[in-house]
């Protein structure tokens, strides 16, 4: 079981406490019209300069959306991370650290598919995966992570936690949908699921 695995087994299991935190956040996501919202965002710069990112998220589907999964269409959602500070032009001698084979890990890939043999919903990512009975409980193990370490060794040592900007985003992956469904989200905008860049609390 790979690192990324472990760290997705520890929270794609049913998150009881995350129903709570929802609960409290509710009004203010429907004044704001918004399908995902961020309940955790934190990120600690780790001893080898390298940033451990936590988060967890509320997702809520379109009934639209909701019949397509249970007619075995797989939902695609991308957890993202963007550096924004400290910038590269200022880093020139620690480029090979911020990029390199980092630029190809800063996204985690969850899916969402409905069992219908067993009325299970299956949540998956990376190597690991999860069964769930209930919705809700899937949609609330997409986006949940801790500890995933980005950027590579060495990339903050040294730098203050008022210096660093670090960004997180989950969003749905419409172009995994099939071509009719790809065409509903051009056209139908809650469809359009998506946290927007959220900024991480960081802390050493």
């Known amino acids: 079981m790979t ?7 520890r929270l794609l299991l049913p998150a009881l406490l995350l129903c709570i935190a929802c609960s409290a956040c509710t009004a203010a996501r429907a004044a704001n019209g918004e399908t995902i919202t961020a309940v955790r965002r934190d990120a ?3 001893p080898n300069g390298q940033l451990a990112i936590s988060t967890r998220f509320h997702t809520e589907l379109p009934g ?3 019949n397509a999964l249970q007619q075995g269409v797989p ?3 991308d957890l993202s991370y963007r550096l924004e ?3 590269l032009t200022a880093y020139r001698y620690k480029l090979a650290k911020f990029v390199g084979s980092d630029s190809e890990n800063n996204t985690v890939r969850y899916r969402l598919a409905f069992q219908p043999i067993t009325k299970r919903y299956r949540l998956s990512a990376d190597t690991f995966s999860n069964e769930y009975e209930q919705l809700d409980s899937a949609l609330n193990g997409i986006g949940a992570i801790a500890g995933w370490q980005v950027l590579q060794p060495g990339a903050l040592t040294d730098t203050p936690v008022k210096d660093i900007r670090v960004k997180v985003r ?3 992956s419409t172009a995994q949908l099939p071509k009719p469904f790809q065409i509903n989200a051009l056209t139908k905008g809650n469809w359009q699921l998506d946290s927007d860049w959220q900024r991480l609390h960081i802390h050493r």
């Open 44 to 46: 600690h710069i780790l």
């Open 170 to 172: 989950l969003k749905l």
């Open 75 to 77: 939902l695609d959602f």
């Open 85 to 87: 500070k400290p910038r």
């Open 3 to 9: 690192h990324l695995a472990h760290l997705l087994q």
């Open 64 to 66: 639209q959306l909701q």
